[in-house]
């Protein structure tokens, strides 16, 4: 920003340059159990799709508000992402998601096929997938109320989740399967590798206990 009234000749040297800014706290972390993730869909009802869709897909609240019926293929069994819904100062902005690597193709799994196919049957492709009750963009206050996110989260002791949380239990659970970083990058298309290993790397160490157990061995250390 500083950089433009220096090229304008507005300023002789940009007083911001050099400056570090101090590092961002480690994320929180709340990553639920497949189980947690069915009972909080079973409280919501018809509103428990959302949450599976969030989960599996690995969408953010964003894409999910935006996605429409042409976006999901249950032929091939992909769902693509290409769009965004996201609410600023009470305005919904739909856009393109925010870099080239949001953009991408997910697969469906077999338990949202048919929820996804309820969803979109009948429907005019360019209708929302997941429209709020006035048939517009979903807004994600408004969802908590309305579905009961928040009730439900303290009947079953998890008060601190977010909707945000779901799309980190993909990642999750996609690690603990066995997935490597880098299809897990790819899978939620964060820009960078060092973003996905931050969240993640930790959440799958048997490499770590692998060589704890060969330092153990007679020899081992050597």
Partial sequence: MLDYPIASRRLPVNPARGVKLPKRPPARERILTVDEVAAVAERLG?????????TYLGLRWSELAALRVSDVDLVRRRVRVVE????????IDVS???SRASQRHIAIPGLLRDRLGARTAGRKPDALVFPSPDGTYLR?????SRSGWDKALVELGLESVTPHDLRRTFGSLARSAGADLRWIQRAMRHESITTTAR???HLHDDELDLVADALDRPGGGR
């Fill in 96 to 98: 393109a998601p925010k």
């Fill in 199 to 201: 969240i993640y790397a």
């Fill in 46 to 54: 018809d509103e428990g799709d959302l949450v599976l869709a969030m």
């Fill in 140 to 144: 994600n206050g408004n969802w908590r």
């Fill in 84 to 91: 965004r819904a996201t609410e600023v100062r009470g305005r």
